[in-house]
T-cell receptor
């Protein structure tokens, strides 16, 4: 079956620190991979995505590379800001009719000044 | 701006009293989804509409129903809310169901059951 596993949180970092949030997946086919971000009291927003192996998604200084050999899609940012404090969800879409999304459990990030 | 709108943002209902949550979209997307998200958990898909075609997830309780009267609106009906149904309910849309189908989420409705 399909599933997504994220590193457990919460994660607390100082401003300008390097961020890595690990994500690994299990899929029966060739999924697309996504990172969504949820700010307090809001819905999920797409942060970045990658649709095939070796693709790199990037947005707002965040990056993630689709690694088929390690079934991973780790999220990284070189220098976090207080405004990056949120919950981050890794997700996969199996690319089959129904567009079923499988979400990880989310990783809470707090950035302190 | 095109968007997904959910009303109300906060809803309080009594145990066993039917409640309806509303979602509307200005994106003209074919697909609309309802997710349940409990505290510190991943969103869980309840069902989705592809146009007028209703698709229920196998483990969605019968207590949850949905209506989509037109392209823009979709409603989540909880017939007899229990305490365990207290959660954030997220509506999402996508242009189609095929590959690359990015989903656009509304801000959610937080349901409290007293």
């Amino acid at each position: 079956g399909n599933s997504v596993t994220q590193m457990e949180g919460p994660v607390t970092l100082s401003e300008e620190a390097f961020l890595t949030i690990n994500c690994t997946y299990t899929a029966t086919g060739y999924p697309s991979l996504f990172w969504y971000v949820q700010y307090p009291g809001e819905g999920l927003q797409l942060l970045l995505k990658a649709t095939k192996a070796d693709d790199k998604g990037s947005n707002k200084g965040f990056e993630a590379t689709y690694r088929k050999e390690t079934t991973s899609f780790h999220l990284e940012k070189g220098s976090v800001q207080v405004s990056d404090s949120a919950v981050y969800f890794c997700a996969l879409n199996e690319n089959l009719p129904g567009n079923q999304f499988y979400f990880g459990t989310g990783t809470s990030l707090t950035v302190i000044p | 701006d095109a968007m997904v709108i959910q009303n109300p943002r906060y809803q309080v209902t009594q145990f066993g009293k039917p409640v309806t949550l509303s979602c509307s979209q200005t994106l003209n997307h074919n697909v609309m989804y309802w997710y349940q998200q409990k505290s510190s958990q991943a969103p869980k898909l309840l069902f989705h509409y592809y146009d007028k075609d209703f698709n229920n997830e196998a483990d969605t309780p019968d207590n949850f129903q949905s209506r989509r009267p037109n392209t823009s609106f979709c409603f989540l009906d909880i017939r007899s809310p229990g305490l365990g149904d207290a959660a954030m309910y997220l509506c999402a849309t996508s242009r189609d169901r095929g590959p690359l189908g990015e989903q656009y989420f509304g801000p959610g409705t937080r349901l409290t059951v007293t």
